[in-house]
């Protein structure tokens, strides 16, 4: 009997997707988080425009870490068929948190829900051409993550921009970009 088909390792794999089922997920096995530290101080006479490029680099950056982290690909892996998703419906939150961190003005923070269907899950099947469960849904956490980053910078710009009239972005500046993922259980 192969490796693969041996009866003893599946009923072992169910037995540790009840077992987590049961004993609740912690907030850190459902997320995926990327920092990133600006300490470049801008000049004093750099313009507006030159400001915002600088913080929307360092959420560039604090997404493509996020994008790349080593905590995406359990995430991914959780739409496999005993993981906690098998349904393959999820429901998922991307935030952004910008602080300042030489000024006292509270954090930024902006986020944005989203959702994963089955129907995204076979688009992203015919694009990569594989039937791998987790592959497939790394694509898509991707995408979303991508287009949540975007909505979230969207709803803090201008929360920025009054921040940049306090002159709190003068100093180092902190960007988190996380995602969070659940099923869509009811």
Not at 7 to 34: H, K, T, V
Not at 51 to 79: D, H, M, N
Not at 132 to 145: F, G, T
Request: glycine share 6%.
């Amino acid at each position: 009997m192969s490796f693969r088909t041996n009866p003893d390792r599946i009923l072992d794999s169910i037995d540790r997707a009840r077992s987590r089922d049961e004993s609740g997920m912690r907030g850190s096995e459902r997320q995926a988080n990327g920092r990133e530290l600006d300490t470049e101080v801008p000049d004093v006479d750099a313009t507006t425009p030159e400001r915002i490029k600088r913080i929307f680099k360092a959420v560039e950056r604090g997404y493509v870490t996020c994008a790349q982290s080593a905590a995406l690909g359990p995430l991914a892996q959780r739409f496999q068929a005993v993981g906690d998703v098998s349904s393959h419906h999820a429901r998922g939150d991307v935030s952004l948190a910008i602080r300042y961190l030489d000024h006292d003005r509270a954090d930024d923070f902006g986020m944005t829900p989203f959702e994963i269907v089955e129907n995204d899950l076979l688009e992203a099947r015919k694009e990569t051409k594989t039937t791998r469960a987790d592959v497939n849904a790394l694509r898509v956490l991707r995408a979303r993550l991508r287009d949540g980053v975007m909505e979230a910078w969207k709803k803090v710009e201008p929360r920025v921009r009054d921040a940049m009239r306090d002159r709190a972005d003068m100093g180092h500046i902190e960007v988190q970009v996380t995602v969070d993922i659940r099923p869509a259980g009811p």
